[in-house]
């Protein structure tokens, strides 16, 4: 019976012909973390919702730079803790330059 060649993985490493390389095992966990689990319109629209209650609240009126606060940011990021996204404690009031830069820090830690 002939023995399979390994193969080279696009990462570079050997990897035995029936064996899944690391690197692909790593990609695959981190897209289905990625991934929210309720379809994406009906998520959005009751997290539209919520937000938008959580912001007529008398408390949650100013982003803590001091503008108005327009939209919900999350205290531990989202893409941390996808499951956090529609905990309230989790929600800061923010406003849209805060969580730009929020964005790119983010980005950043993750590049
Ligand atoms: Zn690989
Ligand atoms: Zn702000």
Redo the contacts with the bound molecule.
Sequence with gaps: MPIKAPRV?????I?PANVV????QRRKAESDKRRPAASQRGYDHEWQKAASAYLAEPANQYCECGAPATLVRHIVSIRQRPDLRMVRTNWKPGCRRCNARDTTTQSKEIG
Excluded: I, T
């Excluded at 993985?9 to 490493?13: M, Q, V």
């Excluded at 390389?21 to 692909?24: I, K």
């Design positions: 993985c696009s990462c570079g490493k990897v390389c690391l690197c692909v």
